[in-house]
């Protein structure tokens, strides 16, 4: 596995799409805004539809500022106080929009789990490792305290952390970066969720780390069965686990596509430029591309990217593409893709 | 950890040999002597009898060799007598930090759950109407002077309403706990009022601080009831800083007790220190700015104490 290297490796290195198996979430326009400055609200997801099968991973790209954790804590029913959600997230037959907060603590934890970017900061520092794995245990497993440590130290075994029993014991910040991280998959998996929303789980680590990382997951997704949403602006590491892929710009969905469809064959400006962004092994000393200019500030009228699209005339300045099929299960949001 | 403290220990030992100096100057410096004050109260003493009793007192030596005398003397537990009442210092002491210290305690402990109680009700919603309510009755807490609220309590409670006495000390020769408790409420309701005000800022702080980092994100992603959430993951990290907080507070409370029990006419520390250095009392003044150091010594060592007890990142060595 190489995520240092990746642009050689990148097509077809996905999975390949297994499209038959029971759907797991379906989100249908979901969209998600916070109140602004003078009583306007600013919407940072928009009208977003898509799903997950069991056991399947989805990638979740785009720029930082796109909706990506936004999404995902609307899955989690952990978006900061006053955000407004409109649309449905349907969970295993659930509507989770309906849900009492009683109901999203029972969800929590148990059918979803959530792994952070940060190892260093997203556990509590005066909580020694095992008890925190065990509290989850202890919640939704209804484990006594003494089983529920047990059990989060074989689950510290589970993730490859060598001397479990000892670790257990330990402090967070007695735990190097990698190995919080595996603590922190170990909790999330210790009541074997349907779904495991990882949010950018490697961008914090050491390139030879994040590769374990990644390693450890698909091999815990082969065991337990676990569908994963995958987040990440890099679409180097997004390659090497997903099955589908969905990028995403300034909330909103531009490109849909099995995985080795979207490297084989992008077609959104923006997924171009993505994946011209990413090194290239064949071309050491050439200079990396950029994308001009950034996603915050104001959005432009009609398609959101076209202010930094290479290709945008004055169509797409004036309306927004609406997603549209363009190959079997490839979806994509462009007034220049036929 | 032993090391520590030892090593700790030694070091507030040097800290107070060097207040010693310092506070037995400082006050050697304050103009008039106990000989002048019983010059005024009494017209029949004659400059003879003066310089006799000047003489008496050592007052006319130069301060170094005084300081020398009383250290030397210090350190065999002679602490020299109180020209005010006519007793070694230390039998006057003792009734003194006792009373003091009843104040203090009983002030701490509804302090302390008070302050975090309402901190943490604050910070549940910042900006929300309880927050509001309890910011205002911080503001009120830390701008309202002491004398002032003392008196305004005691002109209600006790002279219109006749509820409470506007005495802190009981008539009686031997009072019990609850006619002490009676006659406390007032003075400690003034102190408490005077230090949950800053505490629960602090605390309330913490507390938003506390509730926006990553780590109580993930302990509502694992499904936690927000109360566990509040109780076991937010609020001891919430309270590491609150130890300084405390340790200083200390220190201020013990300032804070010397206006509360003159008006309240405790016969504490602060109404010693008061009385000693008004009259000039050399003896009793030095003892007890000195106690006042070995208090704000102590809590500090207390404090770093606490810390590591607290938070497993911190290591003394």
Request: hydrophobic residues 50%; charged residues 15%; contains cysteine.
């Amino acid at each position: 596995m190489s995520v240092a290297t990746p642009a050689l490796e990148v097509v077809g290195a996905g999975h390949v799409a297994q499209p038959d198996r029971p759907r797991l979430l379906r989100v249908s326009s979901l969209s998600v805004s916070f109140p602004g400055a003078e009583g306007r609200e600013s919407e940072v997801v928009s009208e977003l539809s898509y799903e997950i099968a069991q056991g399947e991973t989805l990638g979740v790209v785009g720029e930082s500022g796109c909706g990506k954790t936004m999404t995902s804590l609307a899955i989690m029913g952990l978006l900061p106080t006053g955000a407004k959600v409109s649309g449905s997230i349907e969970f295993d037959g659930k509507d989770l929009t309906a849900f009492s907060s009683r109901q999203w603590r029972c969800h929590r934890g148990r059918d979803v789990a959530m792994v952070f970017q940060e190892p260093m900061t997203a556990m509590n520092p005066v909580m020694k490792v095992g008890q925190q794995i065990a509290e989850v245990l202890v919640k939704h497993e209804r484990l006594s305290k003494r089983a529920a440590f047990g059990r989060a130290v074989e689950l510290l075994a589970s993730v490859h952390i060598p001397s479990p029993e000892r670790r257990a014991q330990d402090y967070p910040h007695q735990l190097s970066g990698g190995m919080r991280q595996r603590a922190m998959i170990a909790m999330a998996l210790a009541c074997r969720p349907k779904l495991l929303v990882a949010d950018e789980p490697t961008t914090a680590l050491d390139v030879t780390v994040q590769a374990q990382i990644l390693d450890l997951m698909l091999e815990l997704q082969e065991t337990y069965g676990t569908a994963i949403q995958f987040i990440s602006h890099n679409l180097a590491v997004v390659s090497e686990v997903a099955h589908r892929i969905m990028v995403m710009y300034s909330g909103r969905m531009v490109e849909y596509a099995p995985a080795e469809d979207l490297f084989a064959n992008p077609l959104h400006p923006y997924t171009q430029g993505l994946i011209r962004t990413l090194p290239d092994i064949a071309q050491p000393m050439a200079e990396l591309y950029t994308i001009p200019g950034s996603v915050g500030g104001k959005r432009p009228s009609g398609c959101r990217f076209s202010n930094r699209c290479p290709l945008a005339d004055a169509r797409c300045r004036e309306a927004e593409p609406a997603l549209r099929e363009v190959m079997p299960s490839h979806h994509v949001a462009c007034f220049k893709v036929n | 950890m032993l090391r520590y403290t030892f090593f700790r220990l030694v070091q507030a030992a040097f800290v107070l040999l060097v207040m010693t100096f310092l506070l037995f100057m400082l006050i050697g410096m304050m103009p008039g002597d106990p000989v002048e004050n019983m010059l005024e109260g009494n017209p029949a003493l004659t400059p003879e009898l003066a310089r006799q009793m000047r003489e008496l007192y050592g007052v006319g030596v130069p301060l170094p060799v005084r300081y020398w005398h009383w250290l030397t003397a210090a350190f065999q537990g002679d602490f020299g007598f109180s020209s005010l009442y006519f007793r070694p210092v230390l039998e006057i002491l003792g009734p003194a930090l006792l009373q003091t210290l009843k104040l203090m305690v009983a002030t701490i402990m509804l302090s302390i759950p008070l302050s975090l109680l309402l901190g943490a009700i604050a910070a549940l919603r910042p900006g929300g109407w309880m927050d509001t309510v309890i910011s205002f009755f911080a503001f009120a807490s830390i701008s309202l002077p002491n004398f002032w609220l003392s008196l305004i309590l005691i002109i209600v409670f006790a002279v219109q309403l006749g509820w409470l006495p506007a005495s802190g000390t009981p008539l009686a020769e031997t009072p019990s706990l609850g006619l002490q408790i009676y006659h406390s409420i007032l003075p400690v309701t003034v102190l408490t009022m005077f230090f949950v005000g800053p505490l629960l800022r602090y605390v309330r702080a913490s507390m938003i601080e506390t509730m926006s980092s990553d780590y109580i994100r993930t302990a509502r992603a694992k499904g936690l009831s927000e109360t566990t959430v509040i109780v076991k993951h937010a609020l001891r990290n919430a309270l590491i800083p609150m130890v300084t907080v405390l340790a200083l507070g200390f220190g201020m409370l013990f300032s804070g007790a010397l206006v509360v029990e003159t008006i309240f006419g405790i016969l504490g520390m602060g109404k010693m220190i008061f009385d000693a250095i008004r009259y000039v009392d050399f003896n009793l003044a030095l003892i007890g700015l000195l106690l006042a150091t070995i208090v704000t010594l102590v809590s500090n060592l207390l404090a770093d104490l606490a810390y590591a007890w607290l938070d497993p990142r911190i290591t003394l060595k």
